[in-house]
């Protein structure tokens, strides 16, 4: 009888070791990017799985390329509560601990086509603790510093770290206030008008560029029929008042316009009075900034900037449309490129009458 309940414990032993060493062999076989595909979000049926796949990737690279050890994949990417889309890691540098989760941190994903962002340390501590996607909703950014705070953007609210405290802030891309108007074709259009902002904050973290953290809502720039939201920190470089605040704005002219963003040199321009008042002038922003033959323009409602070198001291603001900008000669632009040319002329004259005396 012993023998016999000696050998079921083995058995038993046996029976577990194996389950335990196909757990552990299919755990290990989890990769960075690997989907659970039944368990998407239910609104994103037929997306494509390669971006979604894509996304979660990069991601990581960001942050092993920063210096942080994401530790292990824990499981493949899968829904959290019909929100975003998520993949969870352990150990590393990790040291988020929600609801008791040692050493946890997440990458997540708020739609197919958008940009994934780590959620970590502790914002995701302070996000748990705060009622996470109900009250501080999901990442739109990843945490950076501003001065002395860390910040992270959420898709309801800002978190702000300063030492131990911690603040849930209540600004965050595309919110209206109770400043924003009650009457008028900006209330007819608030929810559009607030959706047109938020697009804009998310192009350019897609693009790589962080605007920083909001510090105001969406209101009326003072004295005009002009929407603006201000974004503070982040890869933002101008100071155009002195305030010591290196900030950007998003800025919308009328329902009608898109919400484009003015940052950096571009802004200072814009601001600076060698190119004139920026609403009287040049007007709202139409279109973001892009570099033509190292120049960098910026289309506006009356005219365009063009900053020769990227740099606001020899701004230019010319009345017309950047599409009547010629692109310049090779001949010209290009001294290296004008040579070989010549060079090449040179010796097709050299060869065509040989040509021809061969005949």
Same mark, same amino acid.
């Given at each position: 009888? $012993?023998?016999?309940?000696?050998?079921?414990?083995?058995?038993?032993?046996?029976?577990?070791?194996? $389950?335990?060493?196909?757990?552990?062999?299919?755990?290990?076989?989890?990769?960075?990017?690997?989907?659970?595909?039944?368990?998407?979000?239910?609104?994103?049926?037929?997306?494509?799985?390669?971006?979604?796949?894509?996304?979660?990737?990069?991601?990581?690279?960001?942050?092993?390329?920063?210096?942080?050890?994401?530790?292990?994949?824990?499981?493949?990417?899968?829904?959290?509560?019909?929100?975003?889309?998520?993949?969870?890691?352990?150990?590393?540098?990790?040291?988020?601990?929600?609801?008791? #989760?040692?050493?946890?941190?997440?990458?997540?994903?708020?739609?197919?086509?958008?940009?994934?962002?780590?959620?970590?340390?502790?914002?995701?501590?302070? #996000?748990?603790?705060?009622?996470?996607?109900?009250?501080?909703?999901?990442?739109?950014?990843?945490?950076?510093?501003?001065?002395?705070?860390?910040?992270?953007?959420?898709?309801?609210?800002?978190?702000?770290?300063?030492?131990?405290?911690?603040?849930?802030?209540?600004?965050?891309?595309?919110?209206?206030?109770?400043?924003?108007?009650?009457?008028?074709? #900006?209330?007819?259009?608030?929810?559009?008008?607030?959706?047109?902002?938020?697009?804009?904050?998310?192009? +350019?973290?897609?693009?790589?560029?962080?605007?920083?953290? @909001?510090?105001?809502?969406?209101?009326? #720039?003072?004295?005009?029929?002009?929407?603006?939201?201000?974004?503070?920190?982040?890869?933002?470089?101008?100071?155009?008042?002195?305030?010591?605040?290196?900030?950007?704005?998003?800025?919308?002219?009328?329902?009608?316009?898109?919400?484009?963003?003015?940052?950096?040199?571009?802004?200072?321009?814009?601001?600076?009075?060698?190119?004139?008042?920026?609403?009287?002038?040049?007007?709202? @922003?139409?279109?973001?900034?892009?570099?033509?033959?190292?120049?960098?323009?910026?289309?506006?409602?009356?005219?365009?900037?063009?900053?020769?070198?990227?740099?606001?001291?020899?701004?230019?603001?010319?009345?017309?449309?950047?599409?009547?900008?010629?692109? @310049?000669?090779?001949?010209?632009?290009?001294?290296?490129?004008?040579?070989?040319?010549? +060079?090449?002329?040179?010796?097709?004259?050299?060869?065509? @009458?040989?040509?021809?005396?061969?005949?």
């Amino acid at each position: 009888m $012993f023998k016999k309940i000696l050998v079921l414990m083995l058995m038993s032993i046996f029976s577990l070791a194996v $389950f335990a060493g196909v757990v552990l062999a299919e755990t290990e076989t989890i990769q960075v990017g690997d989907i659970n595909e039944d368990g998407l979000p239910a609104d994103w049926a037929g997306a494509d799985q390669n971006a979604i796949r894509d996304a979660f990737i990069a991601e990581y690279d960001r942050q092993v390329a920063s210096g942080f050890d994401m530790g292990l994949v824990y499981d493949a990417i899968q829904e959290w509560n019909q929100v975003v889309a998520r993949q969870m890691f352990t150990g590393g540098d990790q040291s988020g601990s929600p609801w008791g #989760w040692a050493q946890t941190g997440f990458i997540m994903l708020s739609a197919p086509a958008a940009r994934a962002f780590t959620l970590k340390d502790a914002y995701l501590n302070a #996000w748990s603790y705060n009622n996470h996607f109900d009250s501080v909703g999901f990442p739109v950014s990843n945490s950076f510093q501003y001065k002395d705070s860390g910040y992270q953007v959420f898709s309801k609210s800002t978190i702000k770290i300063t030492g131990d405290e911690i603040e849930v802030l209540e600004h965050f891309p595309g919110r209206g206030d109770a400043t924003y108007p009650e009457t008028g074709d #900006w209330n007819t259009e608030k929810a559009a008008t607030l959706a047109a902002f938020r697009a804009e904050y998310d192009r +350019l973290q897609k693009e790589g560029y962080n605007p920083g953290y @909001p510090h105001d809502s969406v209101k009326l #720039w003072d004295g005009t029929q002009v929407m603006a939201q201000t974004f503070v920190g982040g890869d933002n470089t101008a100071d155009p008042f002195g305030w010591d605040l290196k900030l950007c704005y998003i800025i919308k002219g009328s329902p009608a316009q898109p919400a484009v963003v003015v940052k950096g040199d571009m802004l200072v321009a814009w601001m600076n009075a060698s190119v004139g008042n920026a609403f009287t002038v040049a007007g709202v @922003p139409l279109e973001p900034e892009r570099t033509i033959s190292g120049n960098l323009y910026q289309q506006f409602a009356n005219g365009y900037i063009k900053l020769p070198g990227g740099q606001a001291t020899d701004a230019v603001f010319v009345a017309g449309t950047i599409g009547e900008v010629e692109e @310049p000669n090779p001949t010209t632009a290009d001294p290296g490129m004008a040579l070989a040319l010549a +060079l090449a002329a040179i010796a097709l004259v050299g060869t065509v @009458p040989a040509l021809r005396r061969a005949r």
